[in-house]
């Protein structure tokens, strides 16, 4: 009997003992087999916690600095400013404040942001900032690197070089500027560059064009290790159509002259731009009979409106300084710039206005982006020019007028210069080709 109550107390006895036994046979095992390398080493802990940020974020054995740093990445999209973007991540806003103050020092944070551009931001273990990479996405070669210095951010342009490649090549309208570019397999971006920047003053891609019509271009094409950047300077442009003859070679002379010149060494700047933004079509034009779409009825139409998808970027026709900047009524968000001789300056309907009451603005200045605010029925510009409170038509402000010519000294430099690339453009009519040498990069492009 006595035996039988002590039973219990014996089997747990050697039964713990047994188990104790198994436990150390099993342990000896596995050390002699990790060290013959039959046993698969345990996964990182950065593998199975991959995102360090995560409330599940844990590490088995010691933290390394890189283990405890965290790295914030995002891309801009439209309407988003450097300060929306980073207070989405949780950043402190003294912290927010700091960066784009340091990045807003190399790089215009207020006009300069596109969708597309990309940040990077590394943060130490106590949330300071160790790093920040800011990457432009049309100039990818010029990051901008905001980094502590002396217990403050400081921004830098890290300028990282391109290679220029110069090509030829001859467009023929079938029926727009826009698709013979395209069918040439060139971007938007160089008819923007030949009917804004190049002829833009001088030639109406609304009225001039004519089926048949041929452009030859000579033009540069910059490259970062084989890969398209941009277009660089269009060096020359020839538009020989039906009802306008018009040759532009830019020439870089002393005392100032870099532009756009014709034949005769005239400039083809004028004190007024044809258009306010990337040429795309007119929804309306000037008239003192128009039915209005909103209003039910006729009614004078004292300005032209532009065709353009919400977030286009509106620039001013001429120089000038801002009168007004902000809302103004049925024109919506709007801008005003009073320029010389009784001359003003309306852009309505915007999205954003990026200028202020006062400020002086040169011609080319970005001042708005395109919205549908106001009395609208959809997103456009609308545009008008004023002369001593008389409105005009904006697509004949340029009519007549003539380019400032280049002094006597400098006309045989030119006159070598435009020689050389008519040649190119005569040589290479009816294709294109690339030219490894023919034509020297522009002192711009150079410094990229």
């Known amino acids: 009997m006595r035996l039988n109550k002590a039973f219990p107390s014996s089997a747990w006895l050697w039964g713990g003992f047994v188990c104790l036994v198994v436990t150390l046979g099993i342990r000896l095992y596995l050390v002699q087999d990790r060290q013959a390398g039959h046993v698969q080493p345990q996964p990182a802990a950065a593998a199975l916690f991959p995102d360090p940020a995560s409330a599940a974020f844990a590490?088995?054995?010691?933290?390394?600095?890189?283990?405890?740093?965290?790295?914030?990445?995002?891309?801009?999209?439209?309407s988003d400013t450097m300060a929306q973007s980073l207070r989405q991540h949780g950043l402190p806003e003294a912290q927010v404040v700091q960066l784009v103050t340091?990045?807003?020092?190399?790089?215009?944070?207020?006009?300069?942001?596109?969708p597309g551009d990309v940040y990077s931001l590394t943060l130490d273990p106590t949330g300071q900032v160790q790093q920040f990479t800011f990457v432009p996405y049309r100039e990818p070669e010029r990051p901008v690197v905001v980094e502590p210095v002396g217990g403050r951010l400081v921004g830098?342009?890290?300028?990282?070089?391109?290679?220029?490649?110069?090509?030829?090549?001859?467009?023929?309208?079938?029926?727009?500027?826009?698709n013979a570019v395209k069918a040439a397999g060139e971007s938007e971006e160089l008819t923007d560059l030949l009917a804004d920047d190049i002829l833009g003053s001088v030639v109406d891609f609304q009225h001039d064009p004519r089926v048949g019509d041929r452009i030859g271009l000579v033009y540069e094409k910059l490259y970062r290790d084989d890969r398209f950047i941009r277009y660089g300077k269009v060096l020359a442009a020839h538009y020989d159509g039906k009802t306008v003859n018009q040759l532009?070679?830019?020439?870089?002379?002393?005392?100032?002259?870099?532009?756009?010149?014709?034949?005769?060494?005239?400039?083809?700047?004028?004190?007024?731009?044809?258009?306010?933004?990337?040429?795309?079509?007119?929804?309306?034009?000037?008239?003192?009979?128009?039915?209005?779409?909103?209003?039910?009825?006729t009614a004078p139409h004292l300005g032209t409106d532009y065709a353009a998808s919400t977030g286009t970027q509106v620039w001013a026709t001429a120089r000038g300084r801002v009168v007004h900047a902000g809302w103004k009524g049925a024109y919506g968000n709007a801008?005003?710039?009073?320029?010389?001789?009784?001359?003003?300056?309306?852009?309505?309907?915007?999205?954003?206005?990026?200028?202020?009451?006062?400020?002086?603005?040169?011609?080319?200045?970005l001042i708005g982006l395109v919205g549908t605010t106001g009395?609208?029925?959809?997103?456009?510009?609308?545009?008008?020019?004023?002369?001593?409170?008389r409105h005009l038509n904006p697509e004949n402000v340029n009519k007549g007028a003539r380019g400032r010519p280049l002094d006597a000294s400098q006309l045989a430099g030119?006159?070598?210069?435009?020689?050389?690339?008519?040649?190119?453009?005569?040589?290479?009519a009816g294709r294109g080709q690339e030219l490894a040498s023919a034509v020297p990069a522009t002192d711009d492009a150079v410094r990229q």
């Not at 340091?102 to 596109?114: D, E, I, Y």
């Not at 009395?375 to 409170?389: A, F």
Request: charged share 20%; proline share 4%; with cysteine.
């Open 59 to 78: 590490f088995v054995g010691p933290r390394t600095a890189d283990q405890l740093q965290r790295v914030i990445s995002d891309t801009l999209q439209r």
């Open 102 to 114: 340091a990045l807003g020092a190399v790089h215009n944070c207020r006009s300069g942001l596109r």
């Open 156 to 178: 830098r342009c890290v300028v990282q070089p391109l290679t220029v490649r110069t090509q030829v090549l001859e467009l023929r309208l079938q029926s727009n500027l826009y």
């Open 248 to 297: 532009a070679v830019f020439y870089d002379g002393p005392a100032g002259s870099a532009g756009y010149y014709d034949g005769e060494g005239k400039s083809l700047e004028r004190s007024f731009l044809l258009y306010a933004l990337p040429y795309r079509g007119i929804t309306s034009r000037f008239s003192y009979q128009r039915f209005h779409p909103v209003l039910q009825r």
């Open 335 to 365: 801008v005003i710039i009073e320029h010389a001789n009784g001359f003003q300056t309306c852009y309505g309907h915007l999205s954003r206005v990026l200028v202020n009451r006062g400020e002086f603005v040169q011609q080319k200045t």
């Open 375 to 389: 009395r609208t029925t959809g997103p456009h510009l609308h545009y008008e020019i004023i002369k001593d409170g």
């Open 414 to 428: 030119f006159s070598a210069r435009r020689d050389s690339l008519v040649t190119l453009l005569r040589d290479s």
